[in-house]
């Protein structure tokens, strides 16, 4: 039995599955990530922690991974929902993975399984954001 459990356990962490941890923070009070790229696997479980850094109240930050091509509408959908729904669009399908909105020093997280293999945009949908704060989830096979 023994041998069996440790072929099991060998076989887990052979796959490259395991969850991906990814912490991102915030650069002060600029509308910037600290990091702007991360690699996955399709289906690995990702885990992402964002960090506010900053101490405004206009610094309120999210983290929204997106289909691509569709940041302007999923930023713009969120104003028009406003902050009581953490500037994003209820339902938007669009929308893969997102933390709730944190305020200034606070920290955020959201845990999702990879999507398909491909390139990913992520943005913060915090009123006027999504132009400067954003960067690529790369989904590989």
């Known amino acids: 039995m023994r041998a069996l459990v440790g072929v099991a356990l060998i076989a887990l962490i ?3 599955k395991g969850t991906a941890e990814i912490a991102l923070g915030t650069v002060g ?3 910037a990530y600290d990091q702007t790229a991360f690699t996955v696997q399709t289906g690995q479980k990702v885990h992402v922690v964002l960090s506010n850094h900053a101490t405004s109240q206009a610094m309120k930050h999210n983290w929204v991974l997106v289909k691509p ?3 302007a ?3 713009n959908g969120g104003v028009a929902a406003g902050e009581g729904s953490g500037y994003l669009k209820q339902g938007d ?5 997102f933390t709730p909105l944190s305020q200034p020093g606070g920290q ?3 845990t999702f ?3 398909a293999a491909g390139s990913y945009p992520f943005i913060c949908s915090f009123p006027g954001h999504y132009t400067l704060m954003k960067g690529t989830l790369t989904v590989t096979p």
């Open 73 to 75: 509408d999923v930023a």
């Open 93 to 97: 399908a669009n929308v893969i993975a």
């Open 29 to 31: 009070e600029t509308m």
């Open 14 to 16: 052979g796959c490259g």
């Open 69 to 71: 091509g569709t940041e």
């Open 113 to 115: 399984v990879a999507p």
């Open 108 to 110: 955020v997280e959201v």
